[in-house]
């Protein structure tokens, strides 16, 4: 599978100065909450509001249709690569996501703590969901006692509760292993070097790796074991710089979203949180930028959370803060979000997701409230994500006619 | 790459008497005018405005999303062919431009003139823009004094200022021939056989044919070389009569556009240039033809010189003429443009493309008027350019059924 757009928008890609601003507000989109609107119908929103008056609207849809992303395909598709042909494994995901400095030659994986029975079968996938402290205490215990094979070193992450990130660095790894998870209880953990992986010598050493962690977690009460999935190798993929001629920055105060964006070779300015500061970094990160992406987690955390009120304050938090990056004037300036998160729904979701595109050369009349139903008329119309990208580069003459 | 929906509707098309008309305002679209409108919101234009009212409206997109389409993939798109599919080098756009009556055995190229020193180091790749005569007459000295090797023939046309087309004729000829325009100054052409065309006999041709040229030259004082880039071979494509089972063709006053038909077999019946002569020849050309291909370029010139007024006036000429054409009462009549041509913006651009569709078997409802906004809400939708010739050819009962 070849990412034929992006690969297209990439060859017509020419360096200017005029500078881009990429506001994610995580898990944005949400649905009508039996009548009451959407949490952006509900908010109180005067600069978002004045921003649709003279702006362009649309919706997104950032994978396909009634697919639900999770945040690096979310984020990918609005940093221009298609998420369906550049998939990251889940152990990149969750290295990035303790922010794990991952190297070229390193193969990770996401570990789940469990607990087997006597007879070696699995009664709990995740060991009773063990607090942190627990987690963090055991990885301890196993990284005194543990004796790689000459030249392999192991990193142990704690992620949260039973979950941990495993790293292997060394020359000439591959990522032909197993899933030791067998997702299910009553039987025992799978074999990473079982077919078809079993011509993986890294495979071999994650079985060697494990079974001496089952000797060493014995008398554990709960943790006993460890079930690893998703190996994967950090990715061999364009640079965002390169691929798009522009000079990207990101600002935000998540480790996996500095870690999605990191994948792509996009440096780090500065890691705030709230409304304010994001806006305020992003501004700064504009001077000397011709990409700033700037990300905003509370959205999304009061989606997950099922509170409704929380994410209309929160929008309404941002669109307080909005003139903060407004005041650094990009030439281009995009809000929106990575997929929605209803708060009905507690979760991510599969709904398209609002846009407001700031920009020169508009065509005019899109609404007057920046909400779903306004952005399903707005004259971006209903896109793939990873349009959106390229789209603004049009707007920011950074791209050459196709054809003569 | 293939042409999968364009493959489709050639495997559904069957012939019929009914007669489908495409009116190309070339540049069509246009953005706001920092409030003032489109020239279509503010052209006075009550026949499109009647078509409107009872005819469907919406948007195309000639290549892609943000992509600005150049004449020859804007027009491949009308024609029900993927751009992206059919690529055609500029070499043979620029002697379709000419037209220079291009064989399957020709190579064409785009020439420069250009100005060395006396190092052999490019100082002008434009030859300080001589004036087309100097242009015809330089042409007329080369051609008398050329020796290309035994069977090939070398043509040489002049385009305008300090621009001309090269074809080469002859048995076995390749088109695996690199630019020897470096596209910079302050060096030496390069070589037309270099890595990775080495393996080429043409491209020895055209170095030993240059070499010939400079000698030829010397004593200019600015065209004392030519530069060349973009050689191609005629393209072996379908013909659109085939392809759609419609007898096709043209009426188009400018080259450029009678050669993009040409490229695809369709062949011209008149070459007028004002809106009523336009719609009087289409409407003669439907009496015996089941698809008209009419184009009127002064709305993209009036979009190019930056002339809003004048991109009005030349919409509300063509809206005048209209009864011409209308008068021959074609069975689907299609008024769109091939890419959008601001004014703000002085040339072509990445907007979609407003569309009006005049058929049986609408829904109605549309609009009042005929401009992007309204086109926004129409039936047809937003649309990639290609899919709309197969719609005219199913509302004109052109297209089988697909499955049983």
Redesign the interface.
Known sequence: MED??GN??SS?AIANDKRIALLVMDGLGDCDNDGAGTALQQARTPNLDALAASGALGLIVPVATGVTPGSGPGHLSLFGYDPLVYQVGRGVLSALGVEFPLESRDVAARLNFCTLDKAGNITDRRAGRIPDSENRRILVKLKARLSPPQGVEVFLVTEAEHRAVLVLRGQDLDDNIGDTDPQQTGVPPLLAAREPHSNSRTADTVDELLHQAQGILADEPRANMLLARGFAKHPDWPAFADRFKLKPVAVAGYPMYRGVARLIGIPVFAAPTTAAEVCCKAAEALADHTFVFAHFKYTDKAGEDGDLAGKIKRIEEMDAALPGLLKAAPDVLIITGDHSTPPSIKAHSWHSVPVLMKAP?????DGRHFDEVTCR?G?I?T?PAK?LL?????HAGK??????
């Open positions: 034929t757009y297209l928008i017509l050369f508009l065509r005019g009349g008329s004259q119309g896109i349009e390229p789209l603004a580069m049009a791209l050459e006619k196709f054809g003569a």
